[in-house]
């Protein structure tokens, strides 16, 4: 099973609302990240948060991290149509390369 | 620097054919990764180097899959008789060693057909 792992596997919400998407890894890590990846492209890193951190904000992004729970939220407010993508964490476990959840695929309907 | 380039975009070949990607990765980093990611997954880690050292491998790269970084810049990725399973978008990234404040950058991917 993989280290880090999203839900749900794909969400559709209206324009304007909010999405809440989940990850939950295994192991300790030394940070956690949020990247995006819009349909055949590249991975766009979102946010990174430290595992001393608890919540980061960047724009309409919230993350937050519970390492107690071992998981995190993604938090995009006032969702748009350009929203739309899949939403992926990865996990910076020590001494390791990041490891990447199978994604969540959100679709923000106009 | 206009971020990861990898070339070419997208890739058919015929089954036991040899595919060569290429990435050119932020001039300034240090750190070359390659991951290989089929539909509806995430990305799957291959191998990532250090400067020119390559540091680890997945047991996904067979003996099949050879990766270069002749000089610590670009880098290249060989798949050498391809099978129909090896179809997958191949992406690079780079980042700066010891600098955990930062993900990745990656570039759009290398998109591969084998048919």
């Known amino acids: 099973s993989q280290q880090g792992e999203e839900d749900p596997q794909a969400l559709s919400i209206q324009e304007g609302e909010n999405a809440t998407m989940n990850c939950s890894y295994k192991t300790s890590i030394n940070n956690l990240q949020w990247y995006r990846q819009n349909s055949g492209r590249g991975l766009v890193h979102l946010i990174l948060i430290r595992s001393n951190e608890r919540e980061k904000h960047s724009g309409r992004l919230r993350v937050t991290l519970d390492t107690s729970k071992k998981s995190s939220s993604l938090l995009i407010t006032a969702s748009r149509a350009a929203d739309t993508a899949s939403y992926f964490c990865?996990?910076?476990?020590?001494?390791?390369?990041?490891?990447f959840g199978p994604g969540t695929r959100l679709s923000v309907l106009p | 620097d206009t971020g990861v380039s990898q070339n070419p975009r997208h890739k058919i070949t015929k089954r036991g054919q040899n595919v060569t990607f290429r990435c050119d990765p932020i001039s300034e980093h240090n750190r070359l990764y390659w991951y290989r990611q089929t539909l509806g997954q995430g990305p799957e880690f291959l191998t990532y180097f250090q400067n020119e050292a390559q540091l680890e491998k997945s047991r996904l790269l067979s003996d099949r899959f050879s990766a270069e970084r002749p000089k610590g810049s670009f880098s290249t990725l060989e798949i050498q008789r391809t099978e129909q399973g090896d179809s997958a978008m191949y992406l690079c990234?780079?980042?700066?060693?010891?600098?955990?404040?930062?993900?990745?950058?990656f570039g759009s991917g290398t998109r591969l057909t084998v048919v």
């Open positions: 990865a996990t910076d476990v020590y001494g390791q390369n990041f490891v």
């Open positions: 990234a780079s980042s700066l060693a010891g600098n955990s404040n930062y993900g990745y950058t």
